[in-house]
């Protein structure tokens, strides 16, 4: 199986700040990798989808990047409900989440 | 609106069965074929199991395999999961999700509210 390895595993940030996380896949999957937002006690919600377009209704301070092994998502500038934790999936071959990056307040 | 409403958690014993079932509205659900996930409480997420649009293409994932069954009922709008011989490491929080894709090129792009199920004597 592809392993999907998130860093960091958490983070602390102030509102307006400019926050990265990193997913980085055991081998390459091209562009299948999506990002997804859980809110505590809530479903996952799907931010980005084959590693950088926006899902609809998905505010545009999200983006997501890269391909082969190595992927990004940024929150350009952190507003109050972004905090959450966040999973990368691959779908390039069976299905695999990451650990996981709890983007918590300062 | 798209809807995915969960019922048919609850607290089983190790060994014992369990039927969840995932209601869907506001899409045409036999166009999409739809995958169950879970979490363990305070872990991440794992996919368990996917379904194609006419039930032909099935996948599970190895934890599972043998003892959970994905099922649906396009006329019902609804998706079943029947799970048997449960263990305490079946205990989790399970989401259905509708998938944008088709496996393995699968994401998820609506989730159900999860509903979970407690294995324990």
């Known amino acids: 199986d592809i392993q999907m390895t998130q860093s960091p595993s958490s983070l602390s940030a102030s509102v307006g700040d400019r926050v990265t996380v990193t997913c980085r896949a055991s081998q390459s999957i091209y562009n299948y990798l999506h990002w997804y937002q859980q809110r505590p006690g809530k479903a996952p919600k799907l931010l980005i989808y084959l590693a950088s377009s926006l899902q609809s209704g998905v505010p545009s301070r999200f983006s997501g990047s890269g391909s082969g092994t190595h992927f990004t998502l940024t929150i350009s500038s952190l507003q109050p409900e972004d905090f959450a934790t966040y999973y990368c999936?691959?779908?390039?071959?069976?299905?695999?989440f990451g650990g996981g990056t709890r983007v918590e307040i300062k | 609106e798209v809807q995915l409403v969960q019922s048919g958690g609850g607290l089983v014993q190790p060994g014992g069965s369990l039927r969840l079932s995932c209601g869907t509205s506001?899409?045409?659900?036999?166009?999409?074929?739809m995958n169950w996930v879970r979490q363990a409480p305070g872990k991440g997420l794992e996919w368990i199991s996917y379904i194609s649009t006419d039930s032909t293409t099935i996948y599970y994932a190895d934890s599972v395999k043998g003892r959970l069954t994905i099922s649906r009922d396009n006329a019902k709008n609804s998706l079943y999961l029947q799970m048997n011989s449960l263990t305490a490491e079946d205990t989790a929080v399970y989401f259905c999700a509708r998938d944008r894709g088709s496996y393995p090129t699968s994401y998820f792009d609506f989730w159900g509210q999860g509903t979970l199920v407690s294995v324990s004597s």
């Open positions: 506001g899409f045409t659900f036999k166009s999409y074929n």
């Open positions: 999936q691959q779908s390039y071959t069976s299905l695999t």
